[in-house]
């Protein structure tokens, strides 16, 4: 059968090449059984042998040559000379009646719709007409076996068409569930580096951006210094010398994606106790560190998030509150871990914050994302003049303490 339209898959390729092989090797083996009989009746013998043989001859040529019958020209040509050499053989014989079957497969499946339908009611026709002149009687057996294989021939045809268009409408949803797979993977993969961004944007205000912030207040200090007391201005220098040597030490962790040199040299309460103590060297404010409850280890996550919120906090007070106390209170409780950061600054307006075209004022903003992203929560209670305070909780289940 000759290809009128290419497969999508390659499990529908090879079927239809084992469908097209069992039709050819049907058809073929049809004609040789007609052609054994008819010249074993017929009285030379010749006309059946020498009809089948162009018959072969005109079938084998679209069969192998397929793929150039997709011009619709050459497939109807094709299939008009297998029609009448096939119509002239049943004048020599009724046995070639036969090969009406799979005739009725070839019209089917290169017409479409009543040019087809009418192609099969010609070969019926031909056939009931050539078995009545042939034997010169008529029956209704002689009608109804060409019928009948006509109509289970169009049955089955419109069955594959069926399951043929199913299959096409199948690959089709396949095709699309692959893109849409694509898609989603591009779409995840840009959150996912959105994300990434978000997270960078906090770790560098928290560490690099907070330390550089520490190095300038304190080489400012050092300029004013130098003149009047130059044994001053020198400690406030080793003081910057050292923070610029602890972000460099953070930077360096953070691209390797380690937990920041103060965790990794302690536990969290020791890292906010010398938080505190640097503070209150550096500044000048009074800072006093207190833990209520049993401390228990956090994961890594946790112990990050609250280390940099206590730096956020602590910084903000010394850029911005002009406050003598500060107070970071450390609670492990039941059910949650707690951190409070109090100050009795000059106090601002929340909903005045926002962040600044320079990258400052992100630090409240970005601390709440992280907060949130490990499912817990920030309050900040402040009004101008009364001073600020910071309160997170993290949820802590069995599951977080290791």
Known sequence: MPDTAAPTTPGLATALRLVRLAFHTGFLLLLAIA?????????????????????????????????????????MSWLAAVT?????LLTTSPDF????????????????????LTAVVVVTAVVVTAQGWRTGTWSIGMVLGPTIGAGVAVVITWGYAAIYAETQRRQALIDDLTRTRAELATTQHQAGVAAERERLAREIHDTLAQGLSSIVLLLRAAETALPADADKARTRITEA????????????RFVRDLRPPSLSDAGLPQALQRL??????????????????????????????????????????????????????LGYLDTEVTLDIYDDGTGFDPTTV?????GTGYGLTGLRERITALGGSMAVE??????TAVAIRLPLTPEEIR
């Open 276 to 329: 505190c103590t640097n503070t209150a060297r550096e500044t000048g404010t009074h800072c006093r560190l207190h833990t209520n409850g049993t401390p228990v280890a956090l994961p890594s996550s946790y112990e990050v998030a609250l280390l940099r919120a206590a730096q956020t906090s602590l910084s903000n007070v010394t850029r911005h509150a002009h406050a003598s106390t500060t107070v970071v209170t």
């Open 382 to 387: 402040t009004a101008p003049g009364d001073g």
């Open 241 to 252: 010398h050292r923070t610029a040597a602890d972000n460099l030490d953070e930077a360096r």
């Open 35 to 75: 052609t054994t009989r008819a010249t074993l009746t017929h009285p030379t013998g010749w006309p059946p042998i020498a009809g089948a043989l162009v018959l072969t001859a005109v079938y084998s040529t679209g069969a192998l040559l397929r793929h150039t019958l997709h011009h619709r020209w050459r497939a």
């Open 84 to 88: 009448a050499v096939w119509a002239a």
């Open 97 to 116: 009646a036969w090969l009406a079957f799979p005739l009725f497969f070839l019209h089917l499946h290169l017409l479409h719709g009543r040019h087809a």
């Open 354 to 358: 926002r962040p600044a075209p320079d």
